[in-house]
C-alpha cells in the first residue's frame, strides 16, 4: 500500500514539475514575442516619421512646381506679347525707311533741277519778282525749302534710329525671356523627377507600415496563443500543486441642376475614375467613397471654372494639392485638386471659361489629372448633374 502511494505522489509531483516547466517556458517565449512585438512597433513608427517628413518634403517640391509653373505660364504670356511688339516694331521700321527713302529722293531731286538749270533758274525766277517784296519772299522760300529738307531728313533719320533701337531691345529681351524658359522648363524637369522619386519613396514607407502591421498581428495572435496555453498550464498546475508558484498572466494592451456650366477642362473629357464607391473590375467595392470626377488631361492643361462665381479659397492642401473652390451662389460650390499652378486668387470673381489653373499632380495624387467635385449645402453631389 505504501508502495503505491509512493508511486502515486512521484508521478503527481514529476507532472507538477513538468507543468511548471512547460509554464516557465511558454513565459519566457512570451516575453520574447513581447521584445519582437515592441521592436515591430518601433520600427513601424520610425517608418511613419520617415514616411511624414518625406511628405512634408514632398509638399515642398509640389510648392517650388507650384511656383515653377506660374512663372512658365506667365514667362509665356511675355513671350507672345513681346514677340507681337517685335511685329508691330518692324512694321514701324519698315514705313520709317520708306519715309527716309521717299524724302532722300525729293532732295535728290530737287538737288538734281538746281544742279541741271544752274543758278540762272534760281536767278530768274528772283529777277522777275515783281517787287521787292516778291524778291524778298522767293529768296525765303529757297532758304526755307532747302533747311526744311535737311530737318525733314533728320528728323526721319532720327526717328528710324529709335524705331530700331527699340526693335533690338525687344530682339534682346526675348532672347532672354526664350533662355529663362528654358531654364525654368529644364528645373520644372528635375523637380518633376524629385517629386517622382519622393512618391516611390512614400510608397515604399506604406508597404514598409503595412508590413510591420501584419507582423504586428501575426505576434499579437502568438502572444494571444501563448496566454492562452500559459492560462492552461496554470490551471492543471493546480489541480496537482495548490501550493506551486503561479505564473504572472500577460494582461494585454487596451446648387441648382444643369445652368449652363461648362466642362472644367476643355483639353480633356478621359473620364478616369467616375463620384461614388470605387469598384473593383467585378463590380465590387474596394474603396471608399470618391467625392468626384477625374479628369486625365496633360500637365499645363488650362483649367476653367465651370460656372461664373467667387473664388472661396485657392491654396495648397498636402491632400488635395493646389486646389479651389468656388462659390456659386445657393449653397453650391465647385471643387478643382491637384493642380500645377493657381491661377485664380481668393476672393476674384471668374467668369465661366475663364482660366484658373494648370492641370498637375501635386497632393495625393498619383499621376497629371483634375479631380472636379460639387458641392450643395456642404455635401459633395454628381458633377455629372452639371455638367454633363
Partial sequence: MKKIFKTILSLVLVASLSLTSIAIVKSDKMKDLKKQKESVQAKKENYKKKKSEAKKYLNTVDKQLTNVSTQIYENEKKLNKTEKDITKTKKKLTKAKESV?????????????????????????????????????KAEYITELS?????????????????????KTL?????????????????????????????????????????????EKKIAAEIAAQQAAIQQAEQAEKQYNQEAAKTPKYKGSKGTPGGGWT?????SHTITSEFGYRKDPFGKSSGGFHSGIDIGASAGAPVVAASAGTVAWSNFSSTAGNWIGISHGNGVVSVYMHMSSLIAPAGKHVNKGE??????????????????????????????????
Avoid at 525671356?177 to 531654364?183: M, N, P, R, T, V
Avoid at 466642362?263 to 483639353?267: A, D, F, G, K, N
Avoid at 482660366?355 to 455635401?379: A, C, D, E, P, R
Wanted: with cysteine.
Fill in 263 to 267: 466642362w472644367p477642362c476643355p483639353s
Fill in 171 to 215: 530682339s534682346d529681351e526675348k532672347d532672354n525671356l526664350i533662355a529663362l524658359q528654358e531654364k525654368q522648363k529644364s528645373e520644372k524637369a528635375s523637380l518633376k523627377k524629385l517629386e517622382a522619386s519622393k512618391k516611390k519613396e512614400l510608397s515604399g514607407y506604406d508597404d514598409l507600415i503595412s508590413n510591420t502591421e501584419a507582423s
Fill in 355 to 388: 482660366t484658373i489653373g494648370l492641370v498637375g499632380t501635386t497632393g495625393s495624387s498619383t499621376g497629371n489629372h483634375l479631380h472636379f467635385g460639387v458641392q450643395l449645402n456642404g455635401s459633395y453631389v454628381n458633377p455629372h448633374s452639371y455638367v454633363g
Fill in 101 to 137: 527713302k521717299e524724302q532722300n529722293q525729293d532732295m535728290q531731286k530737287r538737288i538734281q533741277f538746281m544742279y541741271e538749270n544752274g543758278d540762272s533758274e534760281m536767278l530768274d525766277m528772283l529777277l522777275n519778282s515783281k517787287s521787292i517784296t516778291d524778291f524778298l519772299n
Fill in 147 to 167: 533747311s526744311y529738307d535737311r530737318k525733314m531728313f533728320n528728323k526721319l533719320k532720327s526717328t528710324q534710329d529709335k524705331i530700331a533701337k527699340a526693335k
